[in-house]
């Protein structure tokens, strides 16, 4: 038989994390499709913030937070981190709109150009993000609108997921490798779980 290698078997575990973690968790989160990730999937701490952009702490965590550690952290290889839209506001549902329509690559820039501007004022936002698609030649102002809001599917998935009462509702909320943590998300805190996960292998004897 083959060994099998220490990486091997944590990506046979990622995949059985994210196959199971929903059930562990109590609840079912949003299809990828409305999430935005960065870093390497198969990174040994998987990190997920539940976010709103109606609520000042998470953009001021995704606004001046996260880019030092996407610097540190993520682009180092060392943390996976996903944001997950908590969308019990209107902006957070157009913003789940949007995101439906790009590609991974591209989301990433449309999400912190997006929370950017929610910081500063709502309705430039959303007038950014139709223009937005309206460029890239995949909507426009009129997939945000009230009317077309109704019917999208972004708006029943989006009810399905706050009709769960185990879903956070404390923004922003961190989960580590399928965990919620009640503390909230500083950068300090966030070194403090992923120095002792990363540092045993990655010291020198």
């Known amino acids: ?24 968790l109590g609840f079912e989160k949003l299809d990828a499709k409305y999430t935005t990730s960065f870093g390497d999937p198969s990174a040994l701490v998987q990190i997920t913030e539940y976010f709103s952009f ?27 981190w996903v944001f997950h839209p908590d969308p019990a506001d209107l902006l957070t549902l157009q913003l789940m709109i949007c995101l439906e329509k790009l590609t991974p690559e591209e989301k990433k820039e449309f999400f912190s150009l997006a929370a950017q501007m929610a910081s500063k004022s709502p309705k ?12 890239r030649g995949c909507g426009g102002e009129e997939d945000l609108s009230l ?4 019917k999208a599917s972004a708006t029943q998935a989006a009810m399905r997921y706050l009709k ?7 923004l922003p909320t961190i989960e580590v490798n399928g965990q919620l943590k009640e ?3 500083t950068v300090s805190f966030i070194k403090s779980l992923i120095n002792p996960q990363v540092s045993p292998c990655n010291s020198k004897s």
């Open 1 to 24: 038989m083959l060994p099998i290698s220490h990486r091997t078997v944590f990506y046979l575990s990622i995949l059985v994390i994210g196959a199971i973690s929903s059930k562990l």
């Open 54 to 80: 109606g609520c000042e702490k998470c953009l001021r965590l995704i606004n001046q937070d996260f880019p030092q550690i996407k610097k540190e952290l993520v682009d180092t290889g060392k943390v996976y």
């Open 124 to 135: 430039r936002a959303v007038k950014w993000m139709g223009k937005t698609l309206r460029d």
């Open 147 to 150: 009317s077309w809001i109704e």
């Open 164 to 170: 769960q009462e185990d879903a956070p509702i404390m």
């Open 183 to 185: 503390e909230f998300p």
